[in-house]
């Protein structure tokens, strides 16, 4: 699966829109985007994936760049509830995608 | 609907003991996945369940042994506790949907900590 980058911390003031980047300059034709995210000391969640359309859901939105090196996730009115540890996570589509790896994440910060 | 329940919440072992951690889900997933998650690191696979039946080594097994025991359950035993088995472990299932993507649904975990 391709490696992603993504920076390790980020603020956000609440009620505005929070924009998380993640570079996965290697992914291949078939791999997809995952985003998940972790609020301290719970499991992780599942927020949204994507193959190379932009896709939005009730949580979030994921813009993937046209060459897919790249992706941003949207939380459009970030709340402090959104305060979490945020994954990028590249992962293909056949045999082998039960694997997610997790890297360290970005902690979002979102202030009053 | 419970989604992915995991038990015990909180365990102390001294070096050497053995246990069993339990995970059980009711949204009948196919795949079931055991996770562990030291201080300030991502999340590291430790063995999977692709199917009911079948398990595989993730990326560190070494140290465990798990057990599909039916669709719903998936334990994963320590044998002999060391101390750098310390760690928050995560069970999470999941079924791939026809467009061959996997999400996962994680449990609330189990913090275990060897003396």
């Known amino acids: 699966d391709a490696k992603t980058t993504q920076p390790p911390s980020m603020d956000c003031a609440e009620g505005r829109a929070a924009n998380l980047p993640c570079n996965h300059s290697t992914i291949s034709g078939n791999e997809y985007v995952y985003w998940y995210r972790q609020i301290h000391s719970q499991g992780p969640q599942y927020i949204i994936h994507?193959?190379?359309n932009n896709e939005t859901n009730e949580m979030a939105s994921l813009i993937i760049t046209e060459d897919r090196k790249s992706s941003t996730l949207i939380l459009p009115h970030a709340t402090l509830r959104d305060t979490a540890v945020y994954y990028c996570i590249v992962s293909g589509s056949g045999g082998s995608n039960y694997k997610l790896t997790f890297g360290k994440g970005t902690l979002l910060t979102v202030n009053p | 609907n419970a989604g992915v329940t995991q038990t015990p919440k909180f365990q102390v072992l001294k070096t050497g003991q053995s246990m069993t951690l339990q995970c059980a889900q009711d949204?009948?997933?196919?795949?079931m996945y055991w996770y562990r998650q030291d201080p300030g690191m991502g999340l590291r696979l430790i063995y999977y369940?692709?199917?009911?039946?079948?398990?595989d080594k993730g990326e560190v097994p070494n140290g465990y042994n798990v057990s599909r025991l039916n669709k719903r359950e998936f334990s994963l035993r320590l044998e002999s506790a060391a101390p750098s088995q310390t760690s928050v472990y995560f069970c999470?299932?999941?079924?791939?949907?026809?467009?061959?993507?996997?999400?996962?649904?994680f449990g609330p975990g189990t913090r275990l900590t060897v003396l």
């Open positions: 994507g193959l190379k």
């Open positions: 999470a299932s999941s079924s791939k949907r026809t467009s061959g993507t996997n999400e996962q649904f």
């Open positions: 949204m009948n997933h196919n795949s």
């Open positions: 369940s692709a199917s009911e039946g079948t398990t």
